[in-house]
C-alpha cells in the first residue's frame, strides 16, 4: 500500500507571493491533517479535512487555507507569504475508525520564503 | 501550542545502551502516541497507547503511561546508530482523533 504522498518536495518562495501544497493519503483514508514543524515553535497543526470538510482548524491566520476533494487527496494555501512561513509543512491521513487511531504522515514539503 | 514538555532535551548514548525520554501533557487525552522523525523528514508512528493502559511493549520498545501525572514514558533498549532521530509524543485531546498536539521532542544521539 502507498504511504502519504506530498509534492513538491522542496520550495522556494518569494515574500508576497502565495504557495499551493499538494497531499495524496493512503489509500481508503479519509482524514487528511496538515501540521507546520519550525525550530522555534516545533509542531503545531494547522486544519484537518474529513470527506471534504474542515473539522478542526489550528491558531493560524486565514492566509492558511485547504481543502479536500472527493478522492480524499488535500491541498493547502498559503496566501501573501512571510518569511515565518518557512518551515516544514507535514501531512497525516489516517483511517479514522474509532478515536485510537494512529496518523501516517508523508516526508513533508520544505517551504523557503526569501 | 505545545501540549508539554519533552526531557530530556537532547540525549547522547554508546550504541547497546538503553535510552530513556519523559513526556508530560497537559490535558485529558484518550491515547498517547510515540512518532520518530529522522533528521527534518516525515514522522513514523511508533507506539500507540491508551489511556486505561498502562505499558506496552513493541520490539525494543516499551511505553508507560501514568494518566494521574499525565506523564509518559519510552524506552528504547540496546540502541543502535539508526535510533539517531528525533522522538516526540503527541496526544489527540479527549473527543477528537485526529487533532494531534505533540510535546517538544528529544533528540537522541547513539553513537558507535
Known amino acids: 500500500k502507498a504511504g502519504v504522498t506530498q509534492t513538491p518536495r522542496y520550495l522556494i518562495k518569494t515574500r508576497g507571493q502565495q504557495v499551493t501544497l499538494s497531499c495524496s493519503p493512503i489509500?481508503?483514508?479519509?482524514?487528511v491533517s496538515w501540521y507546520q514543524q519550525t525550530p522555534g515553535q516545533g509542531l503545531q497543526f494547522l486544519f484537518e479535512?474529513?470527506?471534504?470538510?474542515?473539522?478542526n482548524k489550528g491558531n493560524f491566520p486565514g492566509r492558511f487555507s485547504g481543502r479536500q476533494f472527493s478522492n480524499s487527496r488535500s491541498e493547502m494555501n498559503v496566501s501573501t507569504l512571510e518569511l515565518g512561513d518557512s518551515a516544514l509543512y507535514l501531512c497525516?491521513?489516517?483511517?479514522?475508525?474509532?478515536?485510537?487511531?494512529?496518523?501516517?504522515f508523508g516526508q513533508g514539503t520544505r517551504l523557503t520564503v526569501v | 501550542s505545545q501540549q508539554g514538555e519533552e526531557d530530556p532535551q537532547a540525549l547522547s548514548i554508546q550504541e547497546g545502551e538503553n535510552a530513556t525520554m519523559n513526556c508530560s501533557y497537559k490535558?485529558?487525552?484518550?491515547?498517547l502516541q510515540w512518532y520518530r522523525q529522522n533528521s527534518g523528514r516525515g514522522l513514523v508512528h511508533l507506539i500507540l497507547?491508551?489511556?486505561?493502559?498502562r505499558e506496552k511493549h513493541s520490539g525494543r520498545l516499551r511505553v508507560t503511561l501514568d494518566t494521574s501525572k499525565k506523564s509518559s514514558s519510552l524506552l528504547i533498549t540496546a540502541s543502535r546508530a539508526a535510533d539517531t532521530a528525533s522522538y516526540f509524543c503527541a496526544t489527540p485531546p479527549t473527543g477528537t482523533a485526529s487533532k494531534l498536539t505533540f510535546g517538544t521532542g528529544t533528540r537522541l544521539q547513539v553513537t558507535l
Open positions: 497525516a491521513s489516517s483511517a479514522l475508525q474509532g478515536r485510537n487511531t494512529e496518523a501516517f
Open positions: 479535512y474529513f470527506s471534504e470538510t474542515q473539522r
Open positions: 489509500s481508503g483514508h479519509r482524514s
Open positions: 497507547i491508551r489511556s486505561n493502559e
Open positions: 490535558t485529558s487525552i484518550n491515547n
